[in-house]
């Protein structure tokens, strides 16, 4: 049914930049906000930011000014652009969206290493 697979994770250097995808199935991609959350070992799991059907975006205060959220809707993905990362960025990262539920991605790794 409902399918969202991320991709672009890895390993980067303080101050580098990642590039998240999140490629979205089994929905109507271009009416729904999608979002990016994260988690960190031993903590909450956070909203990151958010893209509505419209395109307009919300940041968490704590990445502001560094990461850009994007979508394109032809190819029903939405990204995730950061920059300047910090090892506090470091967690699985996650593509969600509400439809008849809330959907999940598997999730894709980020580590940044100082």
């Known amino acids: 049914q409902v399918q969202l697979v991320e991709s672009g994770g890895g390993l980067v250097q303080t101050g580098g930049s990642l590039r998240l995808s999140c490629a979205a199935s089994g929905i109507d991609f271009r009416i729904s906000t999608m979002d990016w959350y994260r988690q960190a070992p031993g903590k909450q799991r956070e909203l990151v930011a958010s893209i509505t059907r419209g395109g307009v975006t919300n940041y968490a205060d704590s990445v502001k000014d560094r990461i850009t959220i994007s979508r394109d809707n032809a190819k029903s993905t939405v990204y995730l652009q950061m920059n300047s990362l910090k090892p506090e960025d470091t967690g699985v990262y996650y593509c969600?969206?509400?439809?008849?539920?809330?959907?999940w991605g598997q999730g894709t790794q980020v580590t940044v290493s100082s």
């Open positions: 969600h969206v509400k439809g008849f539920r809330d959907y």
